[in-house]
């Protein structure tokens, strides 16, 4: 049910449009969305949605302007899309949008939602005040530890209910920019007054304080200071062109290209595919060891200009290797730009680096526009539903093979762990190693998954194949992972079944569960099979004394 967390609910009611006026926006938003929407009710019930539409059509004319689209916000978020949203109206130049198209204002100015002046980040640590207008730039760093009288992990919880995302990384992006919305957290009842905000922090030195926010003017030119400012930090090299819809840099001491897509469009000056064919005239010029691909600022544009990078990366004999490619991907990863993360898993060598995307790989998107009859107010509705290539297409999103975190600290300081870590990689090698550096750090699926690309590669020799698959075997035991080894080599027995390394791997596997009876009848067949074998007899011998592991 819909309920706005209004005070003084009676007293209050619409000043810039008529009571009647919102309630035909609520009832043709009610019939519109889900008319225009490939799949309206995959995440809610029409029985919820109705009973929403309700509740809000009914406590119009007891609500603020703000309030209302509050709750025509929560209606639309219920779809439970990252693309299906209301876009807020807002003076564009302080407000978080990815939209690639233009929105409408509304239809009176007095619509307008407010700013404070500071923007927000979800950091691994907590939540933070990342940038602020310049007379606040003292703020910058500061932990938000609570606003009105609510906790901070409590705050973004009250927020839920009116965030459209696809995955939790996509509402730890979008939480924190409906927390700068002061008739957002009044009317969601976490602040009282929509012109002093009160917020507690715990600034830079580790003093907690108490301080009032007020709203930026609207439509005055604004400016926020980040780090880089605030502390003279010197900004990380993804940090320094993110307007740039792409550009690259080689680090020459590395051998390494970084390349970073930040939208998939093309620019006037240098359409995406000639951008590409530069990345290939470096690669094949000069010595490149690694080409990192960057997709965390990444909020899409038309996954038809996926093509020519990937086609680029999966035909380079020197750059398409476990090892030598590898794609950043984050909480922003989104639309288009998860596409071309599905493209790269499927068809490339790619390792993805940093955090988990902030779409899911079968998602809803291609929204069109929609505006409200009496306010205007923009719908961007979910049209298609583009399915992944896997067979989950229930995947939350796309999981990194080398997860790595980011800190209110790594942002200060102007470092980028998730970049460091590349560099620090070995250079392309053994594809065991690498499949044993991702299952130390993603576990045994992800490791599998690296593997079944290598072993599918029809470059790769049989003879390599079998090197990588008794190594990791080996690697398994010797961690005395005994579960995985028992899987590992029971897949490995489907695929060579008139081999018996597999059986005595999963014989070993048992002697790692303590279980030689299971180890011992193992063993036996092997040597039923193949009588010469002189590792199943010895095994067999020390299992028969009483020592499994001799």
Same mark, same amino acid.
């Given at each position: 049910m819909l309920l706005l967390l209004t005070h003084g609910l009676v007293q209050a009611q619409p000043k810039v449009l008529r009571a009647a006026q919102w309630q035909e926006d609520v009832a043709f938003l009610a019939e519109q969305l889900p008319r225009m929407h490939r799949n309206p009710y995959n995440k809610m019930s029409q029985q919820a949605f109705d009973s929403a539409v309700a509740v809000l059509h009914a406590q119009v004319p007891q609500l603020k302007d703000y309030e209302i689209? &509050?709750?025509?916000?929560?209606?639309?978020?219920?779809?439970?899309d990252g693309h299906t949203r209301l876009t807020l109206p807002q003076d564009m130049a302080v407000a978080y949008s990815r939209a690639h198209s233009s929105t409408p204002p509304p239809s009176d100015p007095g619509l307008y939602l407010n700013h404070l002046p500071v923007k927000l980040a979800l950091f691994d640590d907590g939540l933070f005040i990342r940038e602020a207008t310049p007379e606040m730039m003292h703020l910058v760093g500061a932990q938000v530890l609570q606003i009105g009288t609510v906790p901070a992990e409590d705050v973004l919880e009250k927020v839920r209910p009116v965030v459209h995302y696809d995955n939790e990384m996509g509402f730890r992006l979008l939480a924190p920019t409906f927390l700068?919305?002061?008739e957002f957290l009044a009317?969601?009842?976490?602040?009282?007054?929509?012109?002093?905000v009160p917020f507690k922090i715990k600034t830079r030195e580790?003093? &907690?304080e108490d301080i009032l926010l007020s709203p930026i003017a609207l439509f005055r030119k604004v400016y926020f200071v980040d780090a880089r400012e605030a502390l003279g930090t010197a900004p990380p090299l993804s940090q320094q062109n993110r307007r740039e819809k792409y550009w690259l840099h080689m680090l020459e001491d590395e051998e390494t290209l970084y390349v970073q897509v930040n939208e998939l469009y093309d620019k006037e000056e240098e359409p995406l595919a000639a951008f590409v064919a530069k990345i290939e005239r470096i690669v094949i010029g000069i010595p490149v060891r690694k080409l990192v691909l960057d997709l965390r600022?990444?909020?899409?544009?038309?996954?038809?200009?996926?093509?020519?990078?990937v086609l680029a990366l999966a035909r380079s004999e020197q750059i398409n290797r476990f090892g030598s490619l590898y794609t950043l991907i984050g909480r922003e990863t989104f639309s288009a730009a998860q596409m071309l993360a599905n493209d790269l898993e499927y068809y490339t060598n790619t390792l993805f680096v940093g955090e988990p995307s902030g779409s899911s790989p079968s998602a809803y998107g291609d929204s069109r526009k929609m505006q409200l009859p009496n306010s205007n107010l923009t719908i961007r509705i979910s049209t298609i539903y583009w399915r992944d290539w896997s067979g989950d297409e229930k995947r939350p999103w796309t999981a990194p093979d080398i997860p790595v975190g980011y800190t209110s600290e790594d942002y200060l300081k102007g470092r980028d762990p998730a970049l460091e870590t590349v560099l620090n990689m070995p250079p392309a090698g053994n594809v065991s190693t690498v499949m044993q550096q991702v299952y130390n750090n993603t576990g045994f699926k992800q490791a599998v998954w690296v593997y079944s690309r290598f072993a599918l590669d029809s470059r790769t020799s049989p003879e390599e194949v079998r090197a990588v698959e008794k190594e990791f075997g080996d690697f398994l035991l010797q961690q005395k992972k005994a579960e995985e080894a028992t899987a590992w080599y029971g897949y490995m027995s489907s695929q060579h079944k008139e081999e018996v390394w597999p059986m005595i791997g999963i014989a070993q596997a048992h002697l790692l569960n303590q279980d030689s009876q299971k180890a011992k009848a193992v063993l036996e067949k092997v040597?039923?099979?193949?009588p010469a074998n002189q590792q199943a007899k010895n095994l067999l011998a020390a299992i028969r004394k009483g020592q499994p592991n001799g």
């Open positions: 689209i &509050v709750g025509l916000t929560r209606l639309v978020a219920m779809v439970g700068v919305i002061p009317a969601l009842g976490i602040a009282d007054d929509v012109q002093q580790g003093a &907690v600022h990444n909020p899409g544009g038309s996954n038809s200009f996926n093509r020519p990078l040597i039923r099979l193949e």
